[in-house]
């Protein structure tokens, strides 16, 4: 039997009578990439939010790695799931090892503080995404890739199954973008990690295939998922229209180890101007 660690069935929620979810149902097994994909106001951050018991649920479950959500405190939810947000500000002069030991606080009460086992998880996260030796710079210093590797290591340091992720490559050059989907992919690979990813970029699911993870791509359009499997079979031109209302060609290429690589080649809205 595939080892679930989300189960989502019939979910139905709404913003007074506004339906957001509609019977939407999803499985994600550990160990695997989910790359959750749709229009503004799709329902992608309404489901994340379920998934982390901040949306009470109108009709249907959520299941964390058996437990149902509506059952678990936020504590007990906080063990299981960590969550990488797409801006984090702060203006306090914390250091990054301050950042990351944040991870742990599920782990230390009201009112307890941080143990040495606590500072040695969070340093071995610095270390897992190769950022050790910033443990001691102000957080506040440090760039936007830099950022976004500290809140990776903060989430590992959370020592949960499942990482959630808001976007988390806006506002990253090229490179540091692929750096970071690099790192992630890493993870799940060596760590049998399971991510949730919400992303705008059907190219972020592409790269995961390139790098030869286990991913799937979740396409949601009007609070269901209207499509979800290996993104090479369901990114296609049809969904792309169907789900963006885009004009789009996939363009494939080989390797010269003659792996196929799929492209997304954007043309044109089909939302024409009168």
């Known amino acids: 039997m595939m080892d679930n660690v ?10 007074g009578n506004k339906e957001v979810l509609k019977n939407l149902s999803l ?20 489901l994340i939010d379920a998934i982390m ?3 009470p649920i109108k009709q249907g479950n959520i299941i964390i790695n058996g437990k149902e959500i509506k059952t678990l405190k936020t504590m ?36 307890g503080g941080p143990k040495k086992k606590d500072e040695e998880i969070a340093m071995e996260s ?7 030796e910033y443990a001691d710079r102000p957080y506040s210093q440090l760039s936007g ?20 992720m808001d976007e988390p490559t806006a506002h990253l050059d090229l490179k540091n973008e692929l750096i970071f989907l690099e790192m992630v992919s890493k993870i799940v690979v060596e760590e049998q990690k399971t991510v949730l990813i919400a992303t705008h970029s059907p190219e972020h699911a592409f790269y995961f295939e390139r790098l030869q993870t286990n991913v799937e791509a979740a396409l949601v359009k009007d609070g269901e998922i209207y499509k979800i499997g290996a993104p090479s079979e369901v ?25 196929e690589e799929k492209t997304l080649c954007l043309r044109k809205t089909t939302n024409e101007k009168e």
Do not use: W
């Not at 989300?6 to 913003?15: D, P, T």
């Not at 610095?126 to 050790?132: A, D, N, P, Q, T």
């Open 6 to 15: 989300i189960e989502i069935s019939s979910l139905y929620f709404s913003y």
């Open 27 to 46: 499985s994600i097994p550990r160990g695997k990439i989910v790359c959750l994909m749709g229009q503004n106001g799709s329902g992608k951050t309404t």
């Open 53 to 55: 018991g901040l949306n």
């Open 76 to 111: 007990d939810i906080a063990k299981q799931i960590a969550y990488v947000p797409q801006l984090h500000n702060i203006r306090f002069p914390y250091t990054v090892k301050e950042i990351v030991m944040m991870g742990r606080t599920a782990y230390m009460g009201l009112f």
């Open 126 to 132: 610095l270390e897992r995404v190769g950022i050790v």
């Open 145 to 164: 890739g830099e950022i976004k590797l500290v809140l990776l290591a903060r989430a590992l340091g959370q020592s949960t199954d499942i990482i959630i």
């Open 235 to 259: 990114i296609t031109k049809e969904s792309i229209k169907e789900v963006f209302d885009v004009d789009a060609d996939i363009i494939t290429t080989l390797t010269e180890d003659g792996i």
